[in-house]
C-alpha cells in the first residue's frame, strides 16, 4: 500500500491569501490526483497527472493549478484562496487502477 | 460522463446485522470497480476491488462485492457488522483504459453496540 502525505492536515486562512497544499507518495507512483469533496458528498476530480511534466484539469472546474517536477511530489496552488474554496482536499497515487489516498486537507477561507 | 449512484445516504444498524450498499453505474463498457472505507478521522482505504474474473469479490475485514454486469451494479455486502465498521462507504468505477475515479455520493454507516 502506498505511503502518502499531505500537509497541512488543517489550514484556516484569509481571503486573498495565496495557498499550497503539499502531497508526497513514496511509492514512486506515476499518478497522481488531486480531489475535492465536500461534506455528504461525492468525491470530485480536480487535476491529475500520468508523470513528470504532465498535469490535466479533472472533470470539476477548479482556480487552483498543479504542477508536476518530481514522481513523488504533486503541489496544488490557489493563488487567491476565497471562501468558496473552503473544503476537504484529497491527494492520491495509482500504480494503475487502483487509487491509494493521503489523509486531505481541511482548508478553511474565511 | 461516467456517474455512480449509491443509495440510502445514511444507514444506521445493530451490531450482528447484515449490512448491504448497493452501487450502480452508469457506463455501459467495461469497467474496474472498487470500494472504499473511510473510518472516523482516518484517510480513504480500498476495502475490494474488481478488475475481472469472479464476480463475487472478497475483501478485508469480511466485506464482499458481487459485480451484476446486466444490472450495472457493483454491491457492498457484510452478512454481520460490527461496531468498528462504522464508516463512510465509497463505490467507484473507472473504464477500462481511463485511469480516472468517478465515486459515488458515499453511504454513512452507524453500527450501535
Known amino acids: 500500500e502506498a505511503d502518502i502525505y499531505q500537509t497541512p492536515r488543517y489550514l484556516v486562512i484569509g481571503t486573498g491569501k495565496k495557498i499550497t497544499l503539499e502531497c508526497s507518495q513514496t511509492?514512486?507512483?506515476?499518478?497522481m490526483y488531486w480531489y475535492q469533496q465536500d461534506p455528504g458528498m461525492e468525491l470530485h476530480l480536480i487535476h491529475y497527472s500520468y508523470g513528470v511534466n504532465s498535469t490535466e484539469k479533472g472533470d470539476l472546474s477548479s482556480e487552483s493549478t498543479v504542477s508536476r517536477i518530481r514522481t513523488e511530489h504533486f503541489p496544488l496552488t490557489l493563488e487567491s484562496a476565497r471562501p468558496s474554496h473552503t473544503s476537504q482536499y484529497l491527494c492520491?497515487?495509482?500504480?494503475?487502477?487502483?487509487?491509494?489516498f493521503g489523509p486531505g486537507t481541511r482548508l478553511t477561507v474565511t | 460522463a461516467q456517474s455512480v449512484s449509491q443509495h440510502n445516504h445514511h444507514v444506521i444498524l445493530s451490531e450482528a446485522a447484515s449490512l448491504e450498499l448497493g452501487c450502480n453505474y452508469s457506463y455501459g463498457g467495461t469497467v474496474n470497480l472498487f470500494w472504499y472505507v473511510q473510518y472516523p478521522g482516518q484517510h480513504l482505504q480500498l476495502l475490494l476491488k474488481?478488475?475481472?474474473?469472479?464476480?463475487l469479490v472478497k475483501g478485508i475485514k469480511g466485506f464482499e462485492a458481487e459485480f451484476i454486469k446486466s444490472k450495472f451494479s457493483f454491491n457492498l455486502r457484510k452478512p454481520s457488522v460490527q461496531w468498528s465498521d462504522t464508516a463512510e462507504y465509497f463505490c467507484?468505477?473507472?473504464?477500462?483504459?481511463?485511469?480516472?475515479?468517478?465515486f459515488g455520493k458515499g453511504n454513512q454507516v452507524v453500527v450501535i453496540p
Open positions: 511509492m514512486g507512483h506515476d499518478k
Open positions: 474488481y478488475f475481472s474474473g469472479d464476480p
Open positions: 492520491a497515487s495509482s500504480p494503475a487502477y487502483e487509487q491509494y
Open positions: 467507484a468505477v473507472n473504464e477500462w483504459g481511463n485511469n480516472r475515479l468517478a
